[in-house]
């Protein structure tokens, strides 16, 4: 049953609950009294109640130790503290636990209504909080990363160990493996869920005017900027900020980007004044940061600030099993945007898919998902709705063999086989068993070729 209006009175005064109750009748509150403190949460565990109107000095139970059970329950009630015995340390300790309000008996009729009121309204904000909470766990979750095997398992567990902090995340993993998926996983499962969470792509927007997105302006401070305005970090404050292809920024900003994660302050761009700011930040990229250090494209300080927690994204062809919940997913999400009833896979094109390398990880996997859920005249999926480009991978590109030195010729063909081996496993993502099948050669065959090569590693 709703909430909405119902009080429970705990209470082991008959009188004063018989006169709280027909007060709060007159009122067109909804109430229930009971005498001690187990009666109430056995109560509040079988309904719901907005308000409680709960005294400290109960016969079984004490009020705080009923205030502190409160707090296990999904929806607790607002808890208004009753009591003859009015002290401050009580009322310090009741507020600890979580208390709204704190009455000394005895009080006014106008002066309990007025606490009842306001209890209501703040009770009615939380609930409003609570669902939007659930509404964003929901849309940007754990659920909607799917994954089985063990590299992304031990993505969920990071993200569940990182969520509730503040501290910086860097994603690492190539372009299409979900990072943004990711980090909106991380806010929703954060302190930080109502509020903002701000994306932007770092690569796609010129240097000259990324300054001015991420920091904001004053008027006059270039050229057209008629009136000033509001970074993004700046509407990302309270919440969270999400840095996509962090590599892609000039030294410049990078600079500026230091002081807002050492300090929690900028300016604008052109302004003079300090803006403090409480804005979470998670970064991403495709590129090796250290080489960028290395190489002098990116700064030491900033890349030690940024790697403290890293979380690495595994590319589609490191997890092949996670294919099929994928295509599942997308054709059940896919079909229902398209007004369609949910299309069955069959089995030979699930085949195709699972021995594609996948280049553009799981954004490519959604985008030939719907293009077979657009295109298919029935209710099954058939490899002839895929792209030419899964049904018929491009040859494999295998340097052509220098004969230009002295090498006898047994050399030159194992040079060669050996180039077309490390060709195929490239292609492969490392899938023994699948550059076997693509080399049309048994795989124990092609296991014993790499140890007559050498082969251990592969760089993808």
Same mark, same amino acid.
């Given at each position: 049953?709703?909430? /909405?209006?119902?009080?429970?009175?705990?209470?082991?005064?008959?009188?004063?609950?018989?006169?709280?109750?027909?007060?709060?009748?007159?009122?067109?509150?909804?109430?229930?009294?009971?005498?001690?403190?187990?009666?109430?949460?056995?109560?509040?565990?079988?309904?719901?109640?907005?308000?409680?109107?709960?005294?400290?000095?109960?016969?079984?139970?004490?009020?705080?130790?009923?205030?502190?059970?409160?707090?296990?329950? /999904?929806?607790?009630?607002?808890?208004?503290?009753?009591?003859?015995?009015?002290?401050?340390?009580?009322?310090?300790?009741?507020?600890?636990?979580?208390?709204?309000?704190?009455?000394?008996?005895?009080?006014?009729?106008?002066?309990?209504?007025?606490?009842?009121?306001?209890?209501?309204?703040?009770?009615?904000?939380?609930?409003?909080?609570?669902?939007?909470?659930?509404?964003?766990?929901?849309?940007?979750?754990?659920?909607?990363?799917?994954?089985?095997?063990?590299?992304?398992?031990?993505?969920?567990?990071?993200?569940?160990?990182?969520?509730?902090?503040?501290?910086?995340?860097?994603?690492?993993?190539?372009?299409?493996?979900?990072?943004?998926?990711?980090?909106?996983?991380?806010?929703?499962?954060?302190?930080?869920?109502?509020?903002?969470?701000?994306?932007?792509?770092?690569?796609?927007?010129?240097?000259?005017?990324?300054?001015?997105?991420?920091?904001?302006?004053?008027?006059?401070?270039?050229?057209?900027?008629?009136?000033?305005?509001?970074? %993004?970090?700046?509407?990302?404050?309270?919440?969270?900020?999400?840095?996509?292809?962090?590599?892609?920024?000039?030294?410049?900003?990078?600079?500026?980007?230091?002081?807002? +994660?050492?300090?929690?302050?900028?300016?604008?761009?052109?302004?003079?004044?300090?803006?403090?700011?409480?804005?979470?930040? +998670?970064?991403?990229?495709?590129?090796?940061?250290?080489?960028?250090?290395?190489?002098?494209?990116?700064?030491?300080?900033?890349?030690?600030?940024?790697?403290?927690?890293?979380?690495?994204?595994?590319?589609?062809?490191?997890?092949?099993?996670? +294919?099929?919940?994928?295509?599942?997913?997308?054709?059940?999400?896919?079909?229902?945007?398209?007004?369609?009833?949910? %299309?069955?896979?069959?089995?030979?094109?699930?085949?195709?898919?699972?021995?594609?390398?996948?280049?553009?990880?799981?954004?490519?996997?959604?985008?030939?998902?719907?293009?077979?859920?657009?295109?298919?005249?029935?209710?099954?999926?058939?490899?002839?709705?895929?792209?030419?480009?899964?049904?018929?991978?491009?040859?494999?590109?295998?340097?052509?063999?220098?004969?230009?030195?002295?090498?006898?010729?047994? /050399?030159?063909?194992?040079?060669?086989?050996?180039?077309?081996?490390?060709?195929?496993?490239?292609?492969?993502?490392?899938?023994?068993?699948?550059?076997?099948?693509?080399?049309?050669?048994?795989?124990?065959?092609?296991?014993?070729?790499?140890?007559?090569?050498?082969?251990?590693?592969?760089?993808?």
């Amino acid at each position: 049953m709703s909430a /909405d209006r119902r009080v429970l009175i705990v209470d082991d005064e008959e009188i004063l609950r018989e006169v709280l109750y027909h007060l709060l009748d007159s009122e067109s509150w909804k109430a229930d009294a009971v005498e001690t403190g187990g009666e109430a949460l056995a109560r509040m565990r079988e309904k719901e109640y907005g308000v409680v109107l709960l005294d400290l000095m109960l016969p079984d139970i004490d009020g705080l130790d009923v205030l502190e059970e409160l707090r296990k329950l /999904d929806s607790p009630p607002v808890a208004i503290m009753l009591t003859a015995y009015a002290s401050l340390d009580k009322a310090v300790q009741a507020t600890k636990l979580g208390a709204f309000d704190f009455l000394a008996k005895p009080f006014k009729n106008e002066e309990l209504l007025l606490a009842v009121k306001n209890a209501f309204e703040h009770y009615e904000l939380l609930e409003e909080n609570r669902s939007l909470k659930s509404t964003l766990r929901e849309r940007y979750g754990f659920g909607n990363i799917i994954g089985r095997g063990a590299a992304m398992r031990q993505v969920f567990d990071l993200i569940a160990q990182v969520a509730p902090s503040r501290s910086t995340v860097l994603l690492l993993g190539e372009s299409g493996t979900g990072k943004e998926l990711v980090a909106r996983a991380i806010h929703a499962a954060s302190g930080r869920a109502s509020a903002p969470f701000v994306a932007i792509n770092c690569g796609n927007i010129p240097t000259d005017l990324l300054e001015s997105e991420l920091f904001g302006h004053v008027r006059g401070a270039f050229t057209g900027a008629t009136n000033s305005k509001k970074g %993004l970090f700046e509407a990302a404050d309270g919440g969270t900020i999400f840095l996509d292809e962090i590599g892609t920024l000039s030294l410049e900003i990078q600079a500026r980007l230091l002081r807002v +994660i050492q300090e929690r302050e900028f300016r604008r761009l052109g302004g003079l004044e300090n803006i403090k700011v409480d804005a979470r930040i +998670i970064a991403a990229t495709n590129t090796d940061l250290a080489l960028g250090v290395s190489q002098g494209t990116f700064r030491e300080d900033l890349y030690y600030r940024l790697n403290v927690i890293v979380i690495k994204l595994p590319a589609l062809r490191e997890r092949p099993e996670d +294919i099929p919940p994928l295509a599942e997913h997308f054709i059940k999400k896919l079909s229902a945007e398209n007004q369609r009833e949910k %299309l069955a896979l069959e089995h030979e094109a699930l085949k195709i898919l699972m021995d594609y390398s996948w280049p553009g990880n799981v954004r490519e996997l959604e985008n030939v998902m719907e293009r077979a859920v657009v295109l298919a005249p029935g209710d099954v999926i058939e490899s002839d709705l895929f792209p030419k480009n899964l049904l018929h991978p491009a040859p494999l590109e295998v340097a052509v063999p220098d004969i230009s030195e002295d090498m006898p010729l047994r /050399d030159r063909v194992d040079n060669y086989e050996k180039e077309i081996i490390l060709a195929a496993l490239k292609r492969t993502g490392g899938n023994q068993k699948k550059a076997a099948d693509l080399l049309a050669v048994n795989p124990t065959t092609l296991s014993e070729k790499l140890k007559r090569f050498g082969i251990r590693e592969i760089k993808l």
